[in-house]
């Protein structure tokens, strides 16, 4: 069964500042791994797909890279902005069955 | 209108009323599913629909019934409800269950149970 842990749990820090968030997964056997935003109340915003056979994606300010063997994806968001304030969750699409699991997700906080 | 729609946006029945969640999607997508998201805890994903058929029945309690007419429109019809089922509904949908593509969710029906 496959288990994702989100670290931090939480995050705080001054506008401005460059973060990583990580996300590492127990079973390799991935189709592929998606990094969402929640806001509060609200559904989840797809950020970044990145294929199992991808090493990283980016959009924008935004860098994900995966490291399918040690079960690892970090995602990186440049020159932090207050509208960053969200939940920000990693699902690997597992191969069995073509799942989602969900970690518990980081929540940020970008500070005016 | 584009991506997944979720009506209700808010919903609050009493343990013994019968409601439904809707859901549509406007993607062209063959894979429906639907997620509970509690307070405090990780998604969870309750069924999945993948050109019609249900696929998987995460050992959902009977009184959550979902219903799939065709693939842009999944229904979540609840009956006798209790209060611990309160929470967010999250509806998605990709291209097909076992596919390498995006997931995509609506805005959720939150659900409050008296």
């Known amino acids: 069964k496959q288990e994702v842990t989100q670290i931090p749990a939480a995050l705080s820090v001054p506008e401005g500042e460059n973060l990583v968030l990580n996300c590492s997964f127990t079973?390799?056997?991935?189709?592929?791994l998606q990094w969402f935003r929640q806001d509060p109340g609200k559904g989840l915003t797809s950020l970044l797909l990145?294929?199992?056979?991808?090493r990283e994606q980016t959009s924008g300010r935004l860098n994900a890279s995966l490291d399918k063997s040690s079960g690892r994806s970090t995602l990186y968001i440049a020159a932090s902005q207050p509208g960053d304030s969200a939940t920000y969750l990693c699902?690997?699409?597992?191969?069995?069955?073509?799942?989602?699991?969900f970690g518990d997700g980081t929540t940020l906080t970008v500070k005016p | 209108e584009t991506g997944v729609t979720q009506t209700p946006r808010h919903l609050v029945m009493g343990m013994t009323n019968k409601k439904s969640l809707k859901c549509e999607q406007h993607l062209g997508h063959n894979a429906m599913y639907w997620y509970k998201q509690s307070a405090k805890k990780p998604l969870e994903l309750m069924f999945v629909y993948n050109f019609k058929e249900q696929t998987e029945n995460n050992s959902v309690p009977s009184r959550f019934s979902p219903e799939c007419p065709n693939s842009s429109h999944l229904f979540l019809h609840l009956h006798t409800l209790q209060p611990e089922d309160s929470a967010l509904y999250l509806c998605?949908?990709?291209?097909?269950?076992?596919?390498?593509?995006?997931?995509?969710f609506g805005e959720g029906s939150r659900l409050t149970v008296l």
């Open positions: 699902a690997p699409r597992g191969t069995n069955a073509g799942k989602s699991t």
């Open positions: 998605a949908s990709s291209q097909d269950r076992a596919d390498t593509g995006e997931l995509f």
């Open positions: 990145i294929q199992s056979s991808q």
């Open positions: 079973d390799s056997a991935i189709y592929n």
